[in-house]
């Protein structure tokens, strides 16, 4: 069965709509990232989405992270309805993967709590559920097929539209909404302070200088379906790893997340010589970036194990680590590349911000950034993108995007 992915709905601290953010990543615009100051007193550089271009959702609960998703959700609600036509309400799922769990009003209301013995009057435990951003698309569409938040940290919205897929190719509905959608809240920004994860400088992706992470807000919303009904990229295919290493590190090794991209490619059908692009996960983080570049050279090396020549970049440093909505933005600049590249052979992919010095402790990667171009130097079309995303726990994932 195939499967096909509608334009997709965007936002980001670097665009706010799927031709901005493209521009942002292919030309290097850092812009949307910041220095902001959390609730401790700590600086953080952050890539967070200006409040003040947000509208009230509508929703039940309208925080933050709901007015992002309802921004984004607007943009591609012309497909949601229409599959919702062609379907039928109880025939389309919803499946969003997202970690926030509604911390802008947790926060706030534990802190009064603490200072005054009891919660404001209007607080409801349910704003802290994880299904509320599943749950907000399902009632804002009227959809009553199965709404469903996935909480895999980093590989979030990967796992909910690998289980989208698996839904429909199981006949139980013939559409979802898929996507994810996070915010870089400050308890968000403490907590990986508190775990050394989070970089003094705008993240430094498989450079020798890396110091880890840098945070965004992002949502990223697209309806998956067993027909084209116009769209022209299509899901191939995926792969999933669970290496339960440690908590918070991922196997150094990087066999889990090879794993991942070997099943992805099984799964797909896709040679690993047909791929022209992989969206890398390129946290920044020392461990992350380490078993990442060993998973990429392991399967896409030359025949020595060397360098791996597939043209590769990671967009956090523009985007920042969106957290539960990576995997899901990042699989929105793979789509976006493959519909502007097609049947052109003078190809333009998203450019890596850094300073280009690679660690040499690494296995090299063919890094796409401002001075390489297109990365290979081969005038080729692109058909084929993977996108990995690497989380917590080992809960590794990677998706085959093609035209």
Known sequence: MELYLSKPGVMSCAGNNIDELWNAVTTGCQSGIKKVTACNGEEYFAARINDAILQPS????????????????????????????????????????????????????????????????????????????????????GLTGPAVTFATACSSSAGAIIKASEMIMG?????????????????????????????????????????????????AFFVLSREANGATVKLLGWGESADAYHMTSPDPSGAGAEKAIRRALENSGVAAGDVGYINLHGTGTKFNDSMEAKAVAAIFGDSEGGAALVPVSTTKPVTGHTLGAAAALEAAICWKALVENKEKENIKLPAQVWDGEQDEELPQLNIVDSKSGNGDGKNRPLKVCLSNSFAFGGANACLVLGI
């Open 171 to 219: 006949g139980v509905v013939d559409a979802a909404v898929v996507g994810g959608i996070d915010i870089a809240s400050d308890t968000t920004l403490i907590g990986f302070s508190a775990l050394e994860a989070v970089s003094s400088e705008i993240t430094n992706p498989f450079s020798k200088n890396r110091h880890g992470i840098t945070l965004g807000d992002g949502a």
């Open 58 to 141: 509508g929703g039940r609960y309208d925080m933050k992270i709901i007015r992002i998703e309802n921004a984004a959700l607007e943009q591609i609600a012309d497909d949601i309805n229409a599959a919702k036509s062609r379907y039928g309400a109880e025939r389309v799922a919803v499946c969003i993967g997202s970690c926030d769990n509604g911390t802008e009003f947790s926060l706030a209301n534990h802190r009064k709590y603490f200072a005054d013995g009891e919660f404001p009057k209007n607080y409801n435990i349910e704003v802290q559920g994880a299904d509320y951003v599943a749950t907000f698309i399902a009632e804002k569409f």
